[in-house]
């Protein structure tokens, strides 16, 4: 039988069944959305309200506004025959057994068969959810775990009974990955299946090392964030961000369901935890944890840390360890090796390394318990916590041998299969080839014919020992190039690599891949090598946090302090011209942003033939908050994108569309997805949105070979194609400017910095209406920039951007 889903009901319309139904509609799948009947009034008020909130959440549940008009709201008593024509039943009520089996019971009277139902419980046993049900409702029936919030959170677990259908679990991991754009891994059916069952063993341990052992809370997560490749919440903000009530609640149902853990005792919530919950100090939604949030006399705010000792908040403190000053700047591999290597007695590293033993042993015991597979217990860690390694990777980095000493040496126990793994000789838990990651070790499974070989033997065949790493056809790791004759140049801010079939890849590897001379360099050796036979197209892309998080404003400071006139303005020129030189190419040149896309970073991104941009792209011209305007292009992409489309016909009126370009900029608008960017024009209709963002580089790498294999033409560079509207638009432009200032809604500076921006839009001072060329805007854009950057509230800006990371209205 093949699948497909078109049309899905979830059942609950809470936090989590909401969001899964925003990001359904998001999607493109309309989606019916039910919840309990209201006592009172409208038996839908109590899904409207509950609804309501998905529409107003911070940051948006939806991609974008318009994907609401797919969900249609309803409730359990009027409405559940909507389930008989649904393809997917998601069910997402209240974390109770007993209400569970009662709806799926009703579930199973009303859907048609073989249609998929799957529970988004976080805890319960799925195959307790489905006992009693019909047998083709078992077959069809598995958990399907989103983490919260559905959009934004990549993981999403697949728990598979026994009875479930392998063609039904091969399909809902192929949607969830493609359509719905999350990274999939298949849990076994235990409590808290993989990510929370590792995840609350992890905060659990290093809370409790920390208490025991006198560090700060301000420490602890210094060493805990990104030093050891975790996000900046490290431990305790973490747990500040989930809840204490619901970290609890996580850790106290793995105490009651895994009484047989060999560490169990580590699920007892601590006592300074139970005296926060107790007195509702329950993380940032209350405004006090581990952490509370201070306003200062001026305004702003603190966080002061809890000391773990005497329960009271202290000011903050800035931590200072050797190993974070000396390891920083290593790559996570080289980092996790020094910390491990040079560092285990220093106190810092101590606390990293007698945490970390403890937790990846840990992990390793619960093979094959909650998981068939390394590569999911790691992929689970890592697209659930975004971290940038799951345990058996931060192993694999400090060597599995050397890791299984210390254990031993800390009588840390460790399963058998890891020491059989090291008798046969295998001492990585993934396979390489030529850097690149082929497989993972499978472990035997326990009590199996397999293992009694393992057992009897250890010396399983290397090869044998792996299995091969599933992926998707578009997969493309940049990192598995470094230190291989595939990254063909590289400096201190960007690098060159061949992406196979005739494709290169320019990447940016600068802090925040700012913009810099040396990506500037790197981009124009880039563009010599495009023109040679070998190669037929260029991706730009990178896989750091952001794509890029546009100039180094910093050096437009140091310029303006060398005292030579021309320093600025060719900088600016420099990367106007690389960025041209990227557009008319030859050959094409394709874009793949994600994530922050801001200021310069949007230039290099509206700067391709063409861009293929992940789903979670945030692309913004922000200069104006720095006192500037855009100067690499960024003005004549939305005047060629938004404003001259529309002008072919001499009757449109053009200023309601030079007007959304104004308001983009001046307004420092970001968009909160691709859809979005799309809508305002930092996208074009040809570009693609990309959901999973594993697969970007791939498909832009797809999108270059296609334009380049159907003849590929760069456009006209002298064509006279921007509709410059002249004076007349210029003066209604600075009068609603000048309506601003009078009403004391922006300062002298904000209305200078409007003008010059109205100057640009409009084509300077042209008297009439015409078309211009691209070079022609870029020109009045390097003007304008320059001047406002001589303006000593800009250098304000800038400077107090570059302090205190927040703008300045000066």
Partial sequence: MSYKIEKAVVLGAGTMGGGIAALLASVGIPVTLLDLAAREGDKNGLVKALWERQLKASPP?????????????GNFDDDFDAIAQADWIIEAIVEQLEPKRELMARVDAVRRPGSIVSSNTSGIPIHAIA??????????????????????????????????????????????????????????????????????FIAQYRIQAAIDNGYTVEEVDALTGPLIGNPKTGTFRLADLVGLDVLAHVVNNLYELVPEDESHAAFVIPDVMKRLIEQKSLGNKTGAG?????????????????NLQTMQYEPPARPRFDVI?????????????????????????MFIVETTLPILAYAARRIPEIAGSLADVDNAMRWGFNAEAGPFELWDMIGVRRGREMMREREIPVPRWVDDMLAAGIESFYQRQDGRVIGVYKPPETGSEEAEQATRYATRDA?????????????????????????????????IHDLGDGILNLEFHSKGNTLDNYINDMALEALDMLERDEWRGMVVANQGKDFCLGANIGLFILLAGTGDPHAIENAVKGLQDYLMAFRFASKPVVTAPRQRVLGGGAEVAMAGARAVAAAETYIGLVEFGVGVIPAGGGCKELLRRVVSPHMTNDKTDALGYLQQVFETIAYAKVSESAFVA??????????????????????????????????????????????????????????????????????????????????????????????????????????????????????????????YAKPLRN
């Fill in 290 to 306: 581990f952490y509370k949030r201070v306003s200062t006399p001026g305004g702003a705010s603190e966080y002061y840390a809890l």
């Fill in 131 to 200: 006992e009693g049900r019909s047998d083709d409702f078992r077959r069809h029936f598995l958990g399907t775990h989103f983490f919260n919030p559905p959009r934004y959170l990549k993981l999403l677990e697949l728990t598979p009974t026994a009875e479930a259908l392998p063609e039904v679990v091969r399909f809902m991991r192929h949607f969830g990955a493609r359509r719905l754009g999350k990274g999939v891994v298949i849990a076994k059916d235990r409590p808290n299946f993989i990510a929370n069952r590792i995840g609350a």
């Fill in 61 to 73: 549940a939806l991609y974008y506004p318009d994907a609401a008009r797919r969900v249609t709201l």
């Fill in 678 to 803: 799309r809508e305002r024009g930092f996208l074009s209709p040809c570009d693609s949105i990309v959901l999973n963002d594993d697969d970007l580089i791939g498909i832009a790498k797809a999108t270059a070979i296609h334009l380049a294999e159907t003849g590929y033409t760069p456009p006209d560079r002298n064509s006279a194609s921007i509709y410059a509207i002249g004076r007349r638009g210029k003066a209604a432009m600075e009068m609603a400017v000048n309506n601003l200032r009078w009403g004391n809604y922006i300062t002298d500076h904000d209305a200078l910095i409007a003008r010059k921006l109205a100057h640009v839009l409009c084509g300077g001072d042209l008297s009439t209406p015409q078309w211009v060329t691209e070079q022609y805007i870029l020109d009045l854009e390097r003007e304008a920039f320059c001047s406002l950057l001589g303006e000593s509230k800009t250098q304000e800006r800038i400077s107090y951007m570059l302090k």
């Fill in 325 to 349: 000053g000396e390891t920083k700047d290593l790559e996570l591999p080289e980092r996790i090796r020094a910390i491990f290597d040079r560092f285990a007695e220093d106190r810092g590293g």
């Fill in 463 to 495: 090869h044998a020992a792996f299995r091969p790493l599933e992926r998707s056809r578009f997969h493309i790791a940049l990192a598995e190039n470094r230190g291989t004759p595939r990254e063909l140049r590289r400096n201190a801010s960007a690098s």
